[in-house]
């Protein structure tokens, strides 16, 4: 992404309070990165290559926290390292 970062995008979108989820989906395995992100309010960060389960999981959760669901209750670490 030109000019900004993954990370840096999720906090614009804090700063300027849009509550839409955020799911993170890359082939960088940066731990330090994921924990930040999911720290921030992302609902899930997954690592490729990834199932379809986790991926759909993913996208429920997001769903759910949209519908004022818990966050992050469907989504795992093994889920976001599934192959």
């Known amino acids: 992404m030109p000019g900004m970062n993954g990370i840096e995008l999720q ?3 804090t700063v ?3 509550e839409s989820p955020v799911i993170f989906i890359t082939a960088h395995g940066d731990e330090e ?3 930040r992100a999911l720290r921030d309010g ?3 960060y997954l690592f490729k290559p990834f199932s379809e389960d ?3 999981n993913a996208v429920h959760t997001a769903l759910d926290s949209k519908n004022g669901g818990a966050k992050g209750d469907r989504n795992s ?3 976001s390292h599934a192959t």
């Open 11 to 13: 906090r614009q979108l």
């Open 16 to 18: 300027n309070r849009c």
């Open 33 to 35: 990165a994921r924990a």
């Open 42 to 44: 992302a609902v899930a």
């Open 54 to 56: 986790a991926l759909l």
């Open 77 to 79: 670490e093994e889920e």
